[in-house]
């Protein structure tokens, strides 16, 4: 899941031709954000943008897999492998960003569970069946 800083800093500049984009290392690899929306994600030098309805086929068109963490044969996350030629062209890179944006932007996010309340500690001595 390593990313060389190189190549974090070259999908930045290709990146940031476009717009604005901010990042965050998380579990080995790289978060990408655009107006506060985690769209894509770096990973083993590989550039990969949010998935949802209104991209995925553009992504399956050119036959640019999914993001599989924990290898072939897992369960893919919402995640397509960005084409090399994409991120070199600014025009098509920007109409690329804006949809992964927007699927990020209706993706449902899962809240945190709520935190159960601790147990109320033990007493010693009597119990609830006592009658002494």
Same mark, same amino acid.
């Given at each position: 899941?390593?990313?060389?800083?190189?190549?974090?800093?070259?999908?930045?500049?290709?990146?940031?031709?476009?717009?604005?984009?901010?990042?965050?290392?998380?579990?080995?690899?790289?978060?990408?954000?655009?107006?506060?929306?985690?769209?894509?994600?770096?990973?083993?030098?590989?550039?990969?943008?949010?998935?949802?309805?209104?991209?995925?086929?553009?992504?399956? /068109?050119?036959?640019? $897999?999914?993001?599989? *963490?924990?290898?072939? %044969?897992?369960?893919?996350? +919402?995640?397509?492998?960005?084409?090399?030629?994409?991120?070199?062209?600014?025009?098509?890179?920007?109409?690329?960003?804006?949809?992964?944006?927007?699927?990020?932007?209706?993706?449902?996010?899962?809240?945190? /569970?709520?935190?159960? $309340?601790?147990?109320? *500690?033990?007493?010693? %001595?009597?119990?609830?069946? +006592?009658?002494?």
């Amino acid at each position: 899941m390593a990313v060389r800083d190189s190549y974090r800093e070259y999908v930045l500049e290709q990146l940031g031709r476009v717009r604005p984009v901010t990042w965050r290392k998380m579990f080995g690899g790289v978060g990408l954000y655009a107006d506060d929306r985690f769209f894509a994600l770096l990973d083993n030098d590989t550039l990969y943008f949010k998935t949802g309805d209104a991209n995925r086929a553009d992504f399956e /068109a050119r036959g640019m $897999p999914p993001f599989q *963490p924990f290898g072939p %044969g897992t369960k893919p996350m +919402d995640y397509h492998e960005l084409p090399g030629d994409v991120l070199e062209n600014v025009a098509e890179l920007g109409r690329w960003i804006a949809k992964a944006v927007a699927v990020a932007a209706t993706t449902k996010t899962k809240k945190p /569970a709520p935190k159960r $309340p601790k147990a109320a *500690p033990k007493r010693a %001595g009597k119990t609830k069946g +006592d009658r002494s």
